[in-house]
Nanobody
């Protein structure tokens, strides 16, 4: 069973940077992608960035050119480097895993990837 633990959130001023980390533990051969999602108060959870098993990356339009997703397989860690942060980036950020034949109770479809394993979230607050 895959488990995800995020860290690295915090408060920064507009234009600043943060790097989120997500330690991935457990082995699941069904895993096909890892991603970062966010949810702002009163809004739906949305995909921010994902990295697929072949290494392809995909970004939401709102963060393209500012955020970079990467992974260190030796450390079993997923990262999200966030630069040029804006107040509208303020949200609770989640690390998530997509799997074939997803069975988790909390599922979110992003393109062809069904994410069903979630971390606890880390808060990012950007002030103007």
């Amino acid at each position: 069973q895959v488990q995800l633990v995020e860290s690295g959130g915090g408060s920064v001023q507009s234009g600043g940077s943060l790097r989120l980390s997500c330690v991935v533990s457990g082995h699941d051969t069904r895993r096909i992608a890892l991603g970062w999602f966010r949810q702002a108060p009163g809004k739906e959870r949305e995909g921010v960035a994902r990295i697929e098993s072949e290494g392809d990356t995909h970004y939401a339009y709102s963060v393209k050119g500012r955020f970079t997703i990467s992974q260190d397989n030796a450390k079993n860690t997923l990262y999200l480097q966030m630069n040029s942060l804006k107040p509208e980036d303020t949200a609770l950020y989640y690390c998530a895993a997509a799997r074939w034949a997803a069975q988790g109770p909390d599922q979110l479809l992003w393109d062809d990837f069904l994410f069903d394993v979630w971390g606890q979230g880390t808060q990012v607050t950007v002030s103007s």
